[in-house]
C-alpha cells in the first residue's frame, strides 16, 4: 500500500495551489491522469478577478455585487465574500511567483472588462492567462520536488470512505498497469469540471467528471449539477473556445441579418451581459431563423479593433480561427455558437474546502476539495467569466491550510487493501473479459448528443424525459459495451470506457435536478417554468445515490448582504 500524510488528485490550478499549502509541513503527493502542465486550467484564455484597480475605480464590495447578481442571487454569499476579498492577494502572489501578466503603460497588471462585471477587473496575460498561471504553479512545485511526489498518469478509480472517515483510494498506474491503493491521513479532490458530456464542448477530454463520480459512489452528495454554464463564443461546429476577452476588447456579436442582436435582450450591458443570458439570446437568434444564412451559427466580429491590437492581446484566439477555420478574424468574422463550458455544481464543502455529507454541513472527516469539481458555491446558477481561476485559487489554497491544520492531529484510518482493491480489479476485468458488442464511441456520441438536444440552454419536462429515457437505454446498451484492447498497461480504451460511464452517471442526475427545478434561474432555463421561483427554489440541491436511484434534498442558499432582486442588465 502507497502511503502518504496528504494526497491531492489533480494537478490544475486548485490542486497545485493546495500542494504549496501543504508540502512544507506534510509528506505530499499529487496524483493526476494527465501529465500537470495538460490539466485544463492551461487552456484558461481570458483572465482572472481581482478588484485592483489598476483600470478604474473597484473595490471588493462591487465585485461581490456583480458576482450575487452574475450568480442569479444562487452564490452562497458568506463565500463569495471570502473570494473576492482574497483576491487582490492572491495575485499578487502570483506575481511573486513570476506570472507574466500583461501590463498597462505605468507597468501595473493590466486589466480587462469581461461579461457580468461593473468594472475593468480582469487580470490577464493576453489571451493565455491560464497557461501562464498553471506553469508558475508547476515550476513552484518543483522547487518543493523534495517534498512533493507527483505520480503523473496515474488515475483514480476509487475513493474509499466508511464511517464519515475519508480513508483512502483505488489507483490505476497507467503505464505500468496495475492497480495500487493509496492510503493519507487527507485527501484533497481537485479533480476539474464534466463538461465532456455536450457534444458542443470548451472542455479537454479529461474533464470527464471522474472526481465527482468517485465522490457520489462512496456516499457523498453532489450539489446543484443541474446548472451548467454554457459560454456564448465556441467555434462553430468544434465546440474550441473563443474567451470572452474576444467581446472584452470590443468585439461585436452579429446575426445573419447583419444587427448587433443583444440590443435587443440587454441593451445596457450589450455583448458584455453574463453568459447565460448571451447564450441564451444566440439561441434564439438561431432558433428563429436569424443565423447566419439561415444556419445554426453567429458571427463574432473583431475587425474594427484594428491588427495590432488583436496581435497584442488575442494572439491565441486569432490562431485557432486561423488554424481550425481556415478564417484570420482580422480580415473576417468567426462563425460561432454556443458551447458547454462549465459546471457550477459539484461535490459541496464549506468555504475551508471541508467535504460536506449532508444539508446539515456534516464534514467527512479528512476529505478536502476545491476548484471546478466543488460546489462551495461561489458561482451559484451562472459563473461570471474570470471568477473561476480565481475561485480555484483561493479556494485551493484555502483548503490547503484547513487541510494542513487538520493532518497536524489526524492519523491514518484502517483500509482493508485486499477488499478495496479487489473491488475495482473486479469491475476492471468484467470490463477486460466482456464480450458485448456495443460500441462505446456510438454511445458517447449519442449521449453528447442527447445532453445538448435536450438538457441543453433550453430545457422543458418533455425534453428531460426523452434525455432520461434515452440515458436508461445508453446505460442499458454501456453494459454491453465492447473493449478491443485486454491488457492492463497503458490502456486508454479502458479508461474512456470508464470516463463513458462517469459521464452516463453524472448526466443522469443533471437531467434529474434540470427536471425537478420547475423554475428558470442562471444557466437553468425551462421553457415551460420561464419565470425564477424564489419561494419554492431558493434552495441547493443535493443529490445522493441510494439503491441504486437518485434521492434529492435540499439545502437552502446563504444570503448575507444582497437580497434576491430582478436580474437587469
Ligand atoms: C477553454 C477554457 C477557457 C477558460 N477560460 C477561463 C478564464 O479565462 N478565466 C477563468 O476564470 N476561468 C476560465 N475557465 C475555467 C477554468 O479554467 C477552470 O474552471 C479551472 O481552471 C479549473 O481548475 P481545477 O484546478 O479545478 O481543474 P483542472 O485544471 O481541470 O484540473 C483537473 C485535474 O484533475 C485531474 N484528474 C481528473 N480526473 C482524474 C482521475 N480520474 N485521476 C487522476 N487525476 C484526475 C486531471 O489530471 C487534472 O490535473 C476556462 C475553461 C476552459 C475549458
Not at 445538448?452 to 454501456?478: H, M, P, V, W
Not at 478491443?484 to 443522469?508: A, C, R, W, Y
Not at 437553468?524 to 431558493?538: C, G, I, N, S, V
Amino acid at each position: 500500500m502507497i502511503k502518504h500524510d496528504i494526497i491531492i488528485v489533480g494537478s490544475g490550478l486548485a490542486g497545485m495551489q493546495a500542494a504549496l499549502e501543504v508540502c512544507k509541513d506534510f509528506d505530499t503527493a499529487i496524483i493526476t491522469k494527465v501529465y500537470p502542465s495538460r490539466s485544463h486550467s492551461g487552456a484558461a484564455q481570458g483572465g482572472i478577478a481581482a478588484s485592483l484597480g489598476n483600470a478604474s475605480e473597484d473595490s471588493w464590495e462591487d465585485h461581490m455585487y456583480d458576482t450575487v447578481k452574475g450568480s442569479d442571487f444562487f452564490s452562497d454569499q458568506d463565500a463569495v465574500e471570502i473570494m473576492v476579498k482574497d483576491a487582490p492577494g492572491v495575485i499578487r502572489k502570483m506575481e511573486h511567483f513570476g506570472c507574466v501578466f500583461s501590463r498597462t503603460e505605468k507597468g501595473l497588471i493590466a486589466q480587462r472588462w469581461f461579461g457580468g462585471h461593473s468594472k475593468q477587473r480582469a487580470c490577464y496575460a493576453a489571451d493565455r492567462t491560464g497557461h501562464a498561471l498553471l506553469h508558475v504553479l508547476h515550476e513552484q512545485t518543483f522547487k518543493h520536488a523534495k517534498n512533493i511526489k507527483i505520480y503523473s498518469e496515474w488515475y483514480l478509480m476509487s475513493l474509499i470512505v466508511k464511517d464519515g472517515i475519508c480513508r483512502g483510494m483505488v489507483v490505476y498506474n497507467i503505464q505500468k498497469g496495475k492497480l495500487e491503493v493509496m492510503q493519507a491521513k487527507t485527501i484533497i479532490f481537485c479533480t476539474g469540471g464534466y463538461g465532456r458530456a455536450y457534444k458542443i464542448t470548451s472542455n479537454a477530454f479529461a474533464s470527464t467528471g471522474d472526481g465527482i463520480v468517485a465522490a457520489y459512489h462512496a456516499g457523498l452528495p453532489l450539489q446543484d449539477m443541474e446548472f451548467v454554464q454554457f459560454h456564448p463564443t465556441g467555434l462553430f461546429a468544434q465546440g474550441i473556445l473563443i474567451s470572452e476577452a474576444a467581446r472584452g476588447e470590443g468585439g461585436h456579436l452579429v446575426n445573419g441579418k447583419g444587427e448587433r442582436f443583444m440590443e435587443k435582450y440587454a441593451s445596457a450591458k450589450m455583448e458584455l451581459a453574463p453568459r447565460d443570458i448571451v447564450s441564451r439570446s444566440e439561441q434564439t437568434e438561431i432558433n428563429e431563423g436569424r443565423g447566419i444564412d439561415g444556419k445554426d451559427y453567429l458571427h463574432i466580429d473583431l475587425r474594427h479593433l484594428g491588427k495590432e491590437k488583436i496581435i497584442e492581446r488575442l494572439p491565441q484566439v486569432r490562431q485557432l480561427g486561423i488554424d481550425f477555420l481556415g478564417l484570420d478574424l482580422i480580415d473576417d468574422p468567426l462563425p460561432i455558437q454556443p458551447t458547454a463550458h462549465y459546471s457550477m455544481g459539484g461535490i459541496p464543502t464549506d468555504s475551508d474546502g471541508h467535504v460536506l455529507s449532508d444539508e446539515k454541513g456534516t464534514k467527512v472527516t479528512g476529505l478536502f476539495a476545491a476548484g471546478e469539481c466543488s460546489c462551495v458555491s461561489v458561482h451559484g446558477a451562472n459563473r461570471l467569466g474570470t471568477n473561476s481561476l480565481l475561485e480555484a485559487l483561493v479556494f485551493g489554497e484555502r483548503a490547503g491550510k484547513a487541510a494542513l491544520t487538520f493532518t497536524q492531529n489526524a492519523e491514518f484510518h484502517d483500509v482493508n487493501e485486499q477488499e478495496e482493491s479487489n473491488k475495482v480489479k473486479n469491475k476492471v476485468e468484467a470490463i477486460l473479459n466482456s464480450n458485448g458488442k456495443e460500441s462505446i464511441n456510438d454511445i458517447r456520441n449519442e449521449l453528447k448528443e442527447n445532453m445538448t438536444t435536450n438538457c441543453g440552454i433550453y430545457r422543458s419536462k418533455d425534453q428531460l424525459e426523452i434525455c432520461l429515457k434515452k440515458l436508461n437505454d445508453l446505460k442499458a446498451r454501456f453494459k454491453k459495451g465492447k473493449i478491443t484492447d485486454k491488457g492492463f498497461v497503458f490502456n486508454s480504451e479502458l479508461i474512456e470506457f470508464i470516463e463513458l460511464g462517469n459521464m452516463l452517471e453524472f448526466s443522469e442526475i443533471i437531467a434529474r435536478g434540470a427536471l425537478r427545478r420547475e423554475e428558470s434561474r442562471g444557466a437553468h432555463a425551462r421553457t415551460d417554468f420561464q419565470k425564477r421561483d424564489d419561494d419554492k427554489w431558493l434552495n441547493h440541491t443535493l443529490a445522493f445515490k441510494k439503491d441504486g436511484e437518485i434521492e434529492f434534498r435540499f439545502k437552502p442558499v446563504v444570503i448575507t448582504k444582497h437580497q434576491p432582486e430582478e436580474r437587469k442588465y
